[in-house]
């Protein structure tokens, strides 16, 4: 089992940039390919990134490609997300989400239905 804790969100003008990082428990952390997800007020939670256990692979919304960067360190059991430019439209609770995978291919996915386990959220806010 694994457990995720987001941290890092917070307020920022627009333009501006955050760092979010999700620290993973279990020894097992190499094992999971990892996804950021977002959910703004009155809307479904939405896919923004995804890497994959090796960091060969990964995948971004087309809203943020360009302007979001995932990227993971393996020693550290923890998966970061980048994100510049940010729009008042970037606006949400961010969350982390692991999903077990084979070592033996590079998936990832953009479907909050294959992620095994979540965090709690952390609340990103771009003020325009």
């Known amino acids: 089992q694994v457990q995720v804790v987001e941290s890092g969100g917070g307020l920022v003008q627009a333009g501006g940039s955050l760092r979010l990082s999700c620290a993973a428990s279990g020894r097992t952390f190499s094992r999971y390919a990892m996804g950021w997800f977002r959910q703004a007020p009155g809307r479904e939670r939405e896919f923004v990134a995804a890497i994959s256990w090796s960091s060969r692979s990964t995948a971004y919304a087309d809203s943020v490609k360009g302007r979001f960067t995932i990227s993971r360190d393996n020693t550290k059991n923890t998966v970061y997300l980048q994100m510049n430019s940010l729009k008042p439209d970037d606006t949400a609770v961010y969350y982390c989400?692991?999903?077990?995978?084979?070592?033996?291919?590079?998936?990832?996915?953009?479907?909050?239905?294959?992620?095994?386990?979540w965090g709690q959220g952390t609340q990103v806010t771009v003020s325009s």
């Open positions: 989400a692991a999903n077990a995978v084979s070592i033996h291919n590079d998936y990832v996915s953009r479907f909050p239905g294959q992620y095994d386990y």
